[in-house]
């Protein structure tokens, strides 16, 4: 039962999706049928750097809707149930998650939190906690089988698994919804798990298309202040309410 190490993979990504960005916002702008101009756009007639520059400044404006038409897939292990519990609050993704009614969870994987590893003391404790807890889910197999379960008992003694069980899951969100997913999960007031996961997939989408990511992170980073009240802001950027109105 070792601690999981978090592993990120972008899996897919909508392909041509710079052209098809650039395609559909001019559709809302352009007089025309922008199929037509597809295959302009295909063949470099229309050079990938006048479409970056043109998607970028009408993203500036607030125009976000067409970034929609162009998704990112990723592969996820070595997070913990906790984790993808607020993972799903997301509705505007998709996820297909690894199953504990069909994958045997005896010997899991378990997360275990940086707090609790740098104090020995509560490491041991955790750690005992995970050992017990195996060992209770092997346990309830194996009496659920003797009364018949057979295959099915995984779905019922699954139920003393922790919070901290490992789990591995595939997510795919359009553009404009990764943009609002890591406005709140890279800011430092996000959970450290899946702040961490953030991080990562925003590293993978910057490297795959700029021009939407480039500048995509907590919100104050995109704002230059911290949209939080008093009570919740991290301190990394002022608040609006601590900057002089002749700078707003």
Known sequence: MPAATL??????HTPDALSLIYA???QCYHPGYVADMWPRLLSGEIPPEKQADFVSRILASGHESPVEHVSFTFAVAGV????????????IASYSQQ?????????????????IAAIPEARERFEAAMAQAGAAYVELQEILARHGRGAKANEDARFVLPNACETKVVVTMNCRSLLHFFELRCCQRAQWEIRAMAQAMLGLCREALPVIFSGAGARCERLGYCPEDERFSCGRYP????IPRSSV
Do not use: I, K, M
């Not at 913990?80 to 509705?91: M, T």
């Not at 009614?101 to 940086?114: E, H, T």
């Not at 608040?239 to 601590?242: D, I, K, Q, S």
């Open 99 to 115: 199953s504990q009614r069909y994958v045997d969870a005896a010997g899991f994987d378990y997360v275990l939190p940086p707090q």
């Open 80 to 91: 913990s149930r906790a984790l993808s519990h607020q993972l799903v609050r997301h509705r």
């Open 239 to 242: 608040r609006l309410a601590e």
């Open 24 to 26: 559909a916002f001019r």
């Open 7 to 12: 592993a990120v993979n972008l899996l897919a």
